[in-house]
Nanobody, 119 residues
Framework: QVQLVESGGGLVQPGGSLRLSCAAS????????MGWYRQAPGKQRELVAA???????NYADSVKGRFTISRDNAKKTVYLQMHSLKPEDTAVYYC?????????????WGQGTLVTVSS
């Protein structure tokens, strides 16, 4: 079964840091784009950051300079290092990947991990 499994969410105070991880597993030949999205209560899901297989990155304006996305291709894992967290960063964070495996290309979503920024 091809899937993404996230970890690293939790409660953090404003100004704090967290690192999210997302590992892909299953019969995957290659991973193209990996990224993180988030959805706050009552809001639409939005792109936070993405990274290509060539390690080109893209960030939402709201997180530029505070969040860093990276990937370890050998481990099929993407990370999101978050610093200077704000209450408005509170959301469920979802991992996303476009992979090539048995049956061709497909898009995967993780189950989501909750990040709460509060004092």
């Amino acid at each position: 079964q091809v899937q993404l499994v996230e970890s690293g969410g939790g409660l953090v105070q404003p100004g704090g840091s967290l690192r999210l991880s997302c590992a892909a597993s299953g019969s995957i030949f290659s991973i193209y784009v990996m990224g993180w999205y988030r959805q706050a209560p009552g809001k639409q899901r939005e792109l936070v950051a993405a990274i290509t297989s060539g390690e080109n990155t893209n960030y939402a304006d709201s997180v530029k300079g505070r969040f860093t996305i990276s990937r370890d291709n050998a481990k099929k894992t993407v990370y999101l290092q978050m610093h200077s967290l704000k209450p408005e960063d509170t959301a469920v964070y979802y991992c996303n990947a476009v992979v090539n495996g048995i049956g061709g290309n497909r898009e995967l979503w993780g189950q989501g991990t909750l990040v709460t920024v509060s004092s």
